[in-house]
């Protein structure tokens, strides 16, 4: 689990940093196929699932299919880096998936194709939110598969005994973090690296901010943001945080072994969590501020099938695509519910999945309706990321001043903004 969600719902775009160890081929078989009267061949790729009996599922559609031969590529490591490096060559897949969709640099140098036709009647079906994502100048670009959130899981025992109810604000949170540390048990984990990899959208979000403006200007540069910062800064100062967690955010064993009595975490850690803790524990999206400002939030992501470009079979890619993420809902079902825990990309499905029905992963399922903000906005590309990212790295971990820090992001993203959009 730890890589394919770390990699979708990570700050920003290639935070995975796992060697590159791709595997598969297309078994000899040209590229483009058909021009026998043979039917199509196609190569499909993804990123490594953690979760088991995934990639055996993804072969079995493909297999299914009556129009092409699609050989699956199954790709560990930095994927993200290794598919878009292959979209610079005549080399790459007819298909892939990428997380939250293609950035806008491979729809700016047409390395993908527009989707927007394979949708048809089917569009008010999907996440809006995430095809708005997926989008760019009112044109799809990608088809999300199945939808990842990110939330605050908590220990309704220890809240219990410590008097303390589940937080409403950040400085509700804090003060919990600090009545449930001790010992044993720390109050709060949001990742070894303090926050990091994982805080930057909440924060934001919860200082009634973004990271881009509805007209795609610099979003941040705001005394609340500075302020929902600091008190990032204010957790890892107040020694509240796990840190050195045998594993980091993205799986839940430093929550059901008592190492922490909340942690900042995925949907696709419920059902281990149940199965460790079943019936003490509840789920939280990350507090707004404080009383008068911002709003609670969620992250949301998604991976996103893609039709490269550079296809030979252009339109045989298209109609696959078409097949399996558009007509083929029994196996969406499928993909979202029985190889791991995730939200079907399709409301009628989502109704469908049984296992989001009751409990806490209901309660999951409202804060995705209520409170969910897809990661990052298509304009905010992979430098203005990093900067982001180092920002807070000095902000969290070393007590640098947020407004000076965030007066840098806005440099490094203005300029971005202008390279794309001039």
């Known amino acids: 689990m730890t890589i394919s969600r770390r990699q979708v719902l990570g700050l920003g775009t290639g935070l995975a940093a796992m060697a590159v160890a791709g595997c598969g081929s297309n078994s000899g078989r040209p590229s483009s196929g058909g021009s026998d009267g043979s039917k199509p061949a196609l190569q499909q790729w993804y990123h490594?699932?953690?979760?088991?009996?995934?990639?055996?599922?993804?072969?079995?559609?493909?297999k299914a299919y009556p129009d092409a031969t699609v050989?699956?590529?199954?790709?560990?490591?930095?994927?993200?880096?290794?598919?878009?490096?292959?979209?610079?060559?005549?080399?790459?897949?007819?298909?892939?998936?990428?997380?939250?969709?293609?950035?806008?640099?491979?729809?700016?140098?047409?390395?993908?194709?527009?989707?927007?036709?394979?949708l048809g009647d089917a569009k008010s079906d999907f996440n809006a939110a995430l095809l708005e994502r997926m989008s760019y100048q009112g044109k799809l670009y990608a088809i999300p598969q199945v939808i990842d959130m990110q939330l605050l899981v908590y220990r309704k025992s220890l809240l219990?005994?410590?008097?303390?109810?589940?937080?409403?604000?950040?400085?509700?949170?804090?003060?919990?973090?600090?009545?449930?540390?001790?010992?044993?048990?720390?109050?709060?984990?949001?990742?070894?690296?303090?926050g990091v990899g994982v805080l930057g959208g909440p924060a934001l979000w919860s200082a009634g901010v973004d990271y881009l403006t509805k007209d795609n200007q610099f979003g941040f540069d705001d005394p609340a943001a500075f302020e929902s910062l600091r008190k990032l800064r204010e957790f890892w100062t107040s020694k509240v945080l796990l840190l050195g967690a045998p594993t980091d955010w993205s799986d839940p064993a430093a929550f059901t072994q008592g190492l922490t009595a909340m942690q900042f975490t995925g949907l696709w850690t419920l059902p281990v969590i149940e199965k460790a803790?079943?019936?003490?524990?509840?789920?939280?999206?990350?507090?707004?501020?404080?009383a008068t400002t911002g709003a609670p939030s969620v992250p949301v992501g998604?991976?996103?099938?893609?039709?490269?470009?550079?296809s030979k079979n252009l339109d045989a890619a298209k109609k696959f695509v078409k097949w399996l993420w558009v007509d083929q809902t029994d196996d969406q079902l499928d993909f979202a519910q029985s190889y791991g825990f995730?939200?079907?990309?399709?409301k009628t499905l989502s109704a469908k999945a049984e296992k989001l029905k009751s409990g806490p992963a209901a309660d999951a399922v409202k804060l995705l309706n209520e409170n969910g903000h897809p990661q990052n906005p298509m304009l905010w590309s992979p430098k203005a990321s990093s900067a982001y990212s180092d920002a807070l790295n000095k902000i969290i971990r070393g007590g640098a001043d947020p407004a000076a820090?965030?007066?840098?992001v806005k440099s490094v993203t203005e300029a971005e903004l202008k390279r794309i959009t001039g």
């Open 405 to 408: 820090e965030i007066k840098t």
């Open 160 to 194: 219990s005994a410590a008097g303390v109810q589940p937080p409403q604000t950040v400085d509700e949170l804090l003060a919990a973090a600090k009545k449930l540390t001790n010992n044993k048990t720390k109050g709060l984990f949001v990742g070894n690296d303090g």
């Open 302 to 310: 998604a991976y996103g099938a893609c039709v490269n470009a550079k």
């Open 342 to 346: 995730h939200v079907p990309a399709r």
């Open 48 to 62: 490594q699932y953690g979760e088991a009996g995934t990639q055996q599922a993804v072969e079995k559609y493909a």
């Open 71 to 118: 050989t699956i590529q199954w790709s560990p490591g930095d994927y993200e880096k290794k598919a878009a490096t292959a979209l610079l060559t005549d080399q790459g897949p007819d298909v892939f998936e990428y997380p939250n969709g293609p950035t806008i640099d491979m729809i700016k140098g047409n390395q993908v194709v527009e989707l927007t036709d394979l």
């Open 277 to 290: 803790l079943p019936g003490d524990y509840g789920v939280l999206p990350w507090p707004k501020l404080n």
